[in-house]
């Protein structure tokens, strides 16, 4: 009769159990090279050991059948319409922040003072905006002018969706931000290198100064797109920045959507769908991420902009998906069903 260890699996099974009753398997260790020297560093864990880093285990639609060279992931037409609606969405957004920005990013497009205006980005693209009904709250209330050379007040702040606030580390990264600062002598002389520069070059430039402890690719990023949406620095990017973090919301999302985890690759089917899809790579950002989200969750980041219809089909071409939303399609889908199950009676 077959026993059960104490973990409540067969004896035979149990990874834990199993060696204790086959010593022999273990004596045997590795020769020549293979053998780690005293003092090197243990091999990561094993996949699906616990590192401390929680998954998120994202539902797929049914395969349908559903295939682009431009979203090679993807294999269900509804995964398709959704994110050809949050392309539509997040190219909405950005639009927004440059002809009419909502908020707080008005009051950083108008400052007269641009050392103001990019220290107030920075807050923003750090805490931001909440998803409720005053998004601006937690950065109204950490906010602290620049020329006061204080720190903003982030003990009780909340951050956004995608917010990087730790608890933990306090107001350290401003700290880090303003010592990089200093170096340069003002923001903007940190941010915007030679004069030389193009756009795209400054801004990948700037990028990479800013890894700095507790500022992380997203709100990196978002600063920088912020920046040049609003006016206030001359750049632009030209490519998602996918390598550094694999653990990025984007990076996981295009992995997803792009069906490659590769960097290098990832850049470039990113590309191919801007280009194709006549999106701005910039807002491939929050729309990969959104599209990655559970239904309902929308990350807005303080945007009140509704996707424009012409985008939003122009994108469906280039996707070869219907020109309806997902919930469109869904609703048409519910009423075709009911159809036929009238239809049986």
């Not at 997040?90 to 927004?96: D, K, S, V, W």
């Not at 295009?254 to 807002?283: M, P």
């Not at 996707?319 to 009238?342: R, T």
Request: aromatic share 6%; net charge negative; charged share 25%.
């Amino acid at each position: 009769m077959p026993s059960f260890c104490r973990h409540g699996r067969l004896e035979a099974n149990c990874k834990i159990c199993t060696p204790k009753e086959q010593p022999v398997a273990r004596t045997a260790a590795p020769r020549g090279p293979a053998r780690r020297a005293a003092g090197t560093p243990r091999r990561a864990p094993a996949r699906g050991t616990t590192s401390g880093m929680v998954v998120r285990r994202l539902a797929r639609s049914a395969d349908d059948g559903y295939a682009s060279e431009l979203v090679l992931g993807l294999r269900a037409t509804a995964d398709a319409a959704r994110l050809a609606d949050e392309l539509a969405f997040a190219a909405a957004r950005l639009a927004q922040l440059r002809a009419d920005p909502p908020g707080l990013y008005a009051e950083a497009a108008l400052a007269t003072d641009p050392e103001e205006a990019t220290w107030l980005a920075l807050l923003i693209a750090y805490l931001q905006p909440l998803e409720d009904e005053d998004p601006w709250a937690a950065i109204v209330a950490a906010r602290v002018p620049w020329a006061t050379g204080e720190l903003p007040h982030l003990d009780e702040a909340q951050a956004g969706p995608r917010g990087a606030r730790d608890p933990a580390r306090g107001a350290e990264t401003f700290t880090a931000y303003r010592a990089f600062v200093a170096r340069a002598g003002t923001q903007q002389a940190a941010l915007a290198g030679e004069s030389s520069w193009t756009p795209a070059r400054r801004f990948d430039r700037a990028y990479e100064r800013l890894s700095l402890r507790g500022l992380h690719r997203t709100q990196r990023y978002e600063f920088l797109v912020t920046l040049g949406a609003l006016g206030i620095a001359d750049v632009a990017p030209s490519s998602l920045l996918l390598g550094a973090e694999p653990s990025d919301p984007t990076v996981v999302a295009a992995k997803r959507v792009f069906g490659i985890g590769d960097a290098i690759n990832l850049q470039r089917r990113a590309g191919e769908l801007s280009a194709a899809t006549e999106v701005e790579i910039a807002a491939l950002d929050l729309a990969l991420v959104n599209w990655a989200r559970t239904d309902g969750e929308r990350i807005h980041a303080g945007a009140s902009a509704q996707a424009d219809p012409d985008v939003r089909e122009r994108i469906a071409a280039a996707l070869d998906v219907p020109s309806g939303s997902e919930h469109e399609l869904e609703d048409a889908a519910q009423d075709e069903g009911d159809a036929g199950d009238g239809q049986d009676d």
